[in-house]
């Protein structure tokens, strides 16, 4: 790896863009022409910028996957003290209705526990203006450009 890969070209723009919350998509076109030329020509912050994105969407991902983990655990065992309750030939390996009920209880506890942490996520991370700058990016130029005309 050359040196230049190493180490930043322009320390000072450097450090004021290896600030992992930092993100140039939200600031004046004006102010972001400095930063945009920066990331192209410096492979050093342009890989820390992306590394730091990757953690980013790993980090919503997962939240988002435990809130869907939890709340499959919620509906799951609500169905079964449904069965329990209402089926009495069925027999069912949870003897005990509490412990069903307090397990569910756990359930809807790790669901509002992990959607406090996706919304944590969401707002202490540029995950949503990253995704939907991947997002508008994948759109064809010509639908952008008649959005635009449409809401300017």
């Given at each position: 790896m050359p040196n230049s890969a190493k180490a930043c070209t322009d320390p000072i723009v450097g450090a004021i863009l290896s600030g992992w919350r930092y993100d140039i998509s939200?600031?004046?076109?004006?102010?972001?022409?400095?930063?945009?030329?920066?990331?192209?020509?410096?492979?050093?912050?342009?890989?820390?910028?992306?590394?730091?994105?990757?953690?980013?969407?790993?980090?919503?991902?997962?939240?988002?996957?435990?809130i869907v983990a939890f709340l499959l655990v919620s509906v799951v065992l609500y169905r079964i003290e449904m069965l329990s309750r209402y089926l009495p030939a069925v027999h069912m390996h949870l003897h005990h209705s509490a412990m069903t009920i307090s397990l569910e209880a756990v359930s809807v506890a790790g669901l509002v526990v992990s959607?406090?942490?996706?919304?944590?996520?969401?707002?202490?991370?540029?995950?949503?203006?990253?995704?939907?700058?991947?997002?508008?990016?994948?759109?064809p130029s010509d639908l952008r450009q008649r959005f635009a005309r449409r809401h300017a």
């Open positions: 939200s600031i004046s076109p004006e102010m972001r022409t400095d930063y945009e030329s920066h990331l192209e020509e410096c492979f050093h912050c342009r890989r820390r910028q992306s590394i730091a994105r990757m953690i980013d969407v790993l980090l919503i991902s997962i939240t988002s996957l435990s959607t406090v942490l996706w919304i944590l996520v969401a707002v202490a991370t540029p995950v949503p203006v990253f995704i939907s700058g991947v997002v508008a990016q994948r759109i």
